[in-house]
């Protein structure tokens, strides 16, 4: 199996997506920023390594910037994207919703897809999953059919129209094989937790509410504030949990029948515009609840109504009734997995964990690792990099959960030893599975290769009748002396 290239990895949706391909069994390369793209890719790991309450592979990381024209300039790794991998999930975007003095959304959303689409050129990467929006409908009205494009329609703003314009260069790529095009509805947080990292569409009114919760009473905000966007409370709001969201995608790109199409990720059941207002209301009221009710003369609450319906101008389209997505792919592909009910339970989790943290995205926490398995096998890296010709037989898997992990493939050379190149191999004849701690109780020679075979912490899979030559590699590969003879290999 060749490894799936993820874009967008360290945003909210991106994050969950990572997770539910490993939790598929699917290898993946995520491309971070330079700078502290890794480290945030390390911390997003940690995240769901306590999550789950275990080690977690780490995936193969490929340094780029979609804003620039060389993609990925490392001509290594776009040589390592084009031997490994055969297909590209892009999820990277910018959320904003105002051109910016950067040319943002459109030099993210439309640039970058066109620098990305010129990369895959070059890489042979010709299946292309995109995630674009349910909202590329613009200012339509009724029934949005999932092959529904560009039909003229009045794009509400400039995001919108930057995500329309960016399926519409993926639709004209003519070396693409396929194109798998995923629209989400309006994203809310975790529906079991709330976790979210970034507050957009639903969050936007109930940021000002928090904001303005000291100075104007919520009850009055519903009953003046919202009349005031030509809002009556029936009108409904597609809201999706990005948990959803992300299984749902994992199980089309998984399943190669689904492919080539377009899916509507939304629900079939909006919600009221009045139902959201009330749990807009009841949050704040909840929070405030220890503090005195404001007191407001009529001219100050008319000044704060205007600021508020400033600031929702600028969203107005993204709050209006939402049209009717038509989910027959989606429908179709995924009977058994269909979208939560938004609950005004689950609706008071998401709202109260962006309230309770004060509209502050959640930090990074990073576990500092055990153990630099990637500094340990540098040699191997190094001399890795070059295409690696001809070894005595197929490549080995070495898989090191946990911080300071990663995936390697070891080549058996009689001539020059054990080498190593990134990822797993797609085909190998035996694969070694263990934790950083493991690894390092080896290289420190606190354990042995048998002791840690027998206790369950090393799994050495497949070709039973080479166990011992497979011993013999692996102790190799973590005493302290390969590393300086590889170093020697690879300089010469």
Known sequence: ??????????????????????????????????????????????????????ALPRPVTILGDLTHGEVVPDADERRWLAENCDCILHCAASMTFREDR????????????????ALCRSAGLGRFHHVSTAYVCGLREGRILESDVDLGQTMGNVYEQSKLEAEKL????????????????????????????????FYWPLQLAHAMAGRVPVREMNERFYSRLGLKGDEGKNLVPVDWLAKAIVQLVTHPEHHNKTYHLASPRPVRVVDAQRV???????????????????????????MFYEYMLIYQSHWRDDPKFDLSNTLAALPHLPCPELTYDVLMRVSKYAVERNFVQPRFEYSAPDYD??????????????????????????????????????????????????????????????????????????MSIAESINSGRLVVQGARDRLKELIRVLEQVVSAEIGGALVSHATN
């Open 1 to 54: 199996m060749k490894y799936l290239f993820l874009t967008g990895a360290t945003g909210l949706v991106g994050r969950y997506l990572l997770h539910e391909l490993q939790t598929a069994g699917v290898p993946v390369a995520v491309m971070v920023r330079p700078g502290k793209g890794r480290s945030a890719l390390d911390a997003i790991m940690s995240h769901w390594e306590r999550e789950v309450g275990r």
């Open 102 to 117: 950067h040319g943002e959304p459109f030099r993210s959303n439309v640039q970058g897809t066109r620098n990305l689409l």
């Open 170 to 201: 993926i639709r004209g790529a003519d070396f693409l094989e396929e194109r798998t095009v995923y629209r989400p509805a309006s994203v809310v947080g975790d529906s079991r937790t709330g976790y979210v990292t970034n507050f957009h569409g």
């Open 280 to 306: 807009i209301r009841d949050t704040i009221e909840q929070h405030m609840a220890k503090r005195p009710a404001p007191s407001m003369s009529e001219a100050e609450l008319q000044t704060v109504e205007a």
């Open 373 to 446: 398995v990637a500094g340990h096998l540098k040699g191997l890296i190094v001399a890795g990099r070059n295409r690696i010709a001809s070894a005595d037989g197929p490549a080995i898997g070495l898989q090191v959960n946990g911080p300071g992990g990663g995936q390697w493939r070891l080549h058996v050379d009689a001539q020059r030893g054990v080498r190593a190149d990134l990822g797993l191999p797609s085909a190998a004849a035996a694969h070694y599975y263990l934790s950083v701690a493991t690894f390092r109780a080896l290289a420190q020679n606190e």
